[in-house]
């Protein structure tokens, strides 16, 4: 049975994660044209969602969007924030209770999304690196540094192999 889910505050909305307490995760605009709008994220069970938003100081997100909820109600996701000389930055975050923690990449990502995550706070998602490879993307997971009121962590990732063809003419 196919349960649909609405909100007052939203014109368009997607469920993108449920934990096993029945707590879902997902996005929602204001309408307007589809991709232009900003978009948010929000929080809850059915007839009980709360808005979910990005507190950067000094700009507004282009867009918050959760893609994955723990069972520790802990939010995974990606940002997106238009910088003051232009640049859209694109950066994963894990949020828990109101508190937003960017996963910010320094050198290893110039953009990012955490796409899932566990209950060890282990994010898995995509991330791009202009020094591996300009415009490829790549799969990865983001292992948080175990010690409290620290956000950085560090990435493993599997790079694709590559081998060497010989021509047999």
């Known amino acids: 049975q196919f349960l649909p889910v609405n909100a007052g505050f939203a014109a368009n909305l997607s469920v993108t994660g449920i934990n096993d307490l029945a707590q879902m995760s997902g996005a929602y605009d204001l309408g307007g044209a589809l991709g232009t709008a900003p978009t948010y994220g929000f929080t809850g069970v059915p007839g009980f969602l709360t808005p979910l938003q990005y507190p950067e100081a000094g700009s507004q997100p282009t867009y918050t969007v959760p893609y994955s909820l723990n069972n520790k109600n802990q939010v995974a ?12 930055q694109e950066m994963p975050f894990l949020e828990g209770g109101g508190n937003f923690e960017p996963q910010a990449g320094n050198s290893a990502f110039s953009a990012a999304a955490a796409l899932g995550n566990n209950d060890a706070n282990v994010l898995v998602g995509w991330f791009q690196n202009p020094n591996l490879g300009p415009g490829l993307t790549f799969g990865g997971v983001l292992f948080p540094v175990p010690e409290p009121g620290v956000t950085a962590g560090h990435v493993s990732v599997q790079l694709p192999s590559t081998m060497q063809l010989h021509s047999l003419n």
């Open 77 to 88: 996701g990606q940002i997106q924030i238009l910088q003051a000389n232009g640049f859209l």
